[in-house]
């Protein structure tokens, strides 16, 4: 409701972009068995597409008296835009309790000032997205990530052992990982209740339990989160997949968060996705 | 003349609209899209920093006196994504540079930085996806 208007335009003004975001893998390249690493697991190590959200402008420039344009590409970030082999069935949104429907009604129309992400807050898990890059090794998969609140890691166990009993609650939570077929299956608890799990005032409580998969569709990666929460939620949620592309594009650390607008804020607009 | 001016706030609007998807404040929480402007002045500082790039610009206000705007632009991360660095825009510190701009409501010298053109003529210019503005 609050900003379809919005919505509408902005559709109309990425139809580019996404049309562009098809051009992935040519099918002879999704048939293809994915590389495996010695202990028989698919290798999911390697560089992934940047999966943060950024403005969907492009860049007009001109050098020399030549103009070009350049766009962005966002698909790893949205909801898969064809059926994705081996995903769960997936809702848009969350179902919240009766009772706390009017507090994420009230977060999501005030987010711009409301939503710790826009103050150089952490997005936590499942909010950050997809790694950007992943190192797996027998016995441990490490995760990096380059966010505007900071480069974050994970390092997720996949050898069997149990969470850990004495861990601070985090941002990022305490993973542990194991394999389901071909599926990396992370599972994470002990997050800290000051992130969203979405961007539209998608609040939790301390005991939010998120079980992420990730496995290959050819070439590319699939990240699909579900979100389980029972203080708040009346059933867990499983986000739609998200399709990311391989990358050479190495990481390079993020610049310093510094927050210097949200003063200048004078009405509370809703301001779409993360 | 007039036809221009409403291509300019057209522009204006879907750049904005195009804006409402990534995760930052509303730009018209802050922003009056209805006020672009042109400003030609010195670049005095570049900061590379998140979630915006500012740029520092000095200019002669309507009183001759210099005024020190600030404007920030999209996340280093996007930059870095079209391919433009903090050096292409360092290197025109103590240069006179033409910045188009939307103003902070609070009317204050804050903008949004929409185009930039250097002394030699080439430009940086955010745009609408479909490629033209």
Sequence with gaps: MRYRLFSVMTVAVLLPVFAAAQQTIPAAAKSQRPARTPDGHPDLSGIWAFAIDLPPTALKTQVNGSVSIKTIDQSSRRPAKTAVAGALPSTPAPSYKPEFQAKVKYLSDHESKEDGVFYCGKPGVPRIGSPRKIIQTPGEVVFLYEDISGDPYRIIPTDGRPHRVNANPSFYGDSVGRWEGDKLVVDVINFVPDTWFGEDGYFHTEKMHVVERLWRDGDNLVYQATVEDPAVLTAPWTMPPRVVKPSDDSLEESPRCVEADGGKLLNNDHHGQR | ?133
């Excluded at chain 2, 790039?53 to 705007?69: F, L, N, R, S």
């Excluded at chain 2, 930059?79 to 409501?105: H, L, N």
């Design chain 2, 1 to 133: 003349m007039r036809h221009y001016l409403g291509r300019a706030f057209l522009a204006c609007t879907v750049l904005f609209a195009a804006g409402a998807l990534w995760a930052h404040h509303s730009p018209s929480a802050i922003f009056d899209m209805s006020k672009k402007f042109v400003l030609t002045g010195m670049v005095t500082k570049v900061d590379w920093v998140n979630p915006h790039i500012v740029v520092y610009v000095e200019a002669k206000g309507e009183d001759g006196k210099v005024q020190a705007w600030t404007f920030e632009s999209n996340p280093p991360a996007w930059f870095r994504r079209v391919g433009v660095a903090r050096a292409d825009f360092a290197k025109a510190i103590g240069q006179t540079v033409t910045v188009e701009s939307v103003r902070a409501k609070d009317g204050t010298l804050y903008g949004y930085l929409q185009k930039i053109t250097f002394p030699d003529g080439n430009f940086l210019e955010l745009a609408n996806p479909g490629g033209g503005q």
